[in-house]
């Protein structure tokens, strides 16, 4: 698990096919508090990936498998956002990020707004549910909140701190990203869609959430 709160930017310095699958190597471009271990799980531009090998003092390299390939950007870019698997004891200031992303999605326009950018993305119909104005989504491993939407759109709000610190303040226009909704609202709905289950006072899940659960 994650935060979607980014220690840093590194670069992709190469990539080397291993029969269907890809194995990035990424150098950071600062210092980890401690350092990584083979086997850790680590996320890269908000795909979860597990630490393969130690490559000198920063870089590491990590397997892509091609599901992975296909449903994210990490084939076609080369500055990532990284950030250190959650642990028990660490706080929780973004939201929880699992790491596997739904859908790679279009900047549709940008708008700089005093020292902010209100950024515009598409979505795909399918995700309309999860993607709600004041929830949360992690674009590119970013941990961001949903403005306003609309039946195709959803807007964020980019502060200086994120656009100084992650690989977002070079989007331009028509650029990809990768989206992963909120994991709690992925719960939830999939707790109503079985409805029928029934708790110890004989209340349905959607007679909960009517009542403010």
Request: glycine share 8%; proline share 2%; aromatic share 6%.
């Amino acid at each position: 698990m994650f935060t979607g709160l980014i220690q840093g930017q590194g670069q992709v310095i190469s990539r080397r096919r291993q029969a269907f699958d890809l194995e990035l190597t990424v150098k950071p471009s600062f210092e980890w508090t401690e350092p990584l271990n083979v086997g850790e799980s680590i996320a890269v531009s908000g795909v979860c990936l597990t630490v393969n090998e130690l490559k000198g003092a920063l870089a590491f390299s990590a397997f892509v498998s091609a599901e992975s390939l296909k449903a994210t950007t990490l084939g076609q870019i080369d500055s990532v956002n990284l950030e250190r698997a959650l642990r028990l004891c660490d706080r929780l200031g973004g939201h929880l990020v699992s790491g596997h992303v739904d859908a790679v999605v279009e900047l549709l326009v940008q708008t700089a707004v005093g020292n902010s950018r209100i950024c515009w993305f598409s979505y795909p119909s399918h995700l309309s549910q999860y993607i709600v104005s004041k929830g949360s989504v992690a674009l590119d491993g970013v941990s961001l909140t949903v403005n306003q939407t609309l039946p195709d759109r959803f807007s964020v709000n980019l502060i200086p701190q994120t656009i100084q610190a992650t690989t977002l303040s070079s989007l331009k226009t028509g650029a990809l990203v990768n989206l992963e909704t909120d994991l709690l609202s992925r719960y939830l709905q999939g707790l109503l869609k079985g409805n029928t289950i029934k708790t110890s006072e004989g209340l349905t899940i959607e007679q909960l959430v009517k009542e403010g659960f």
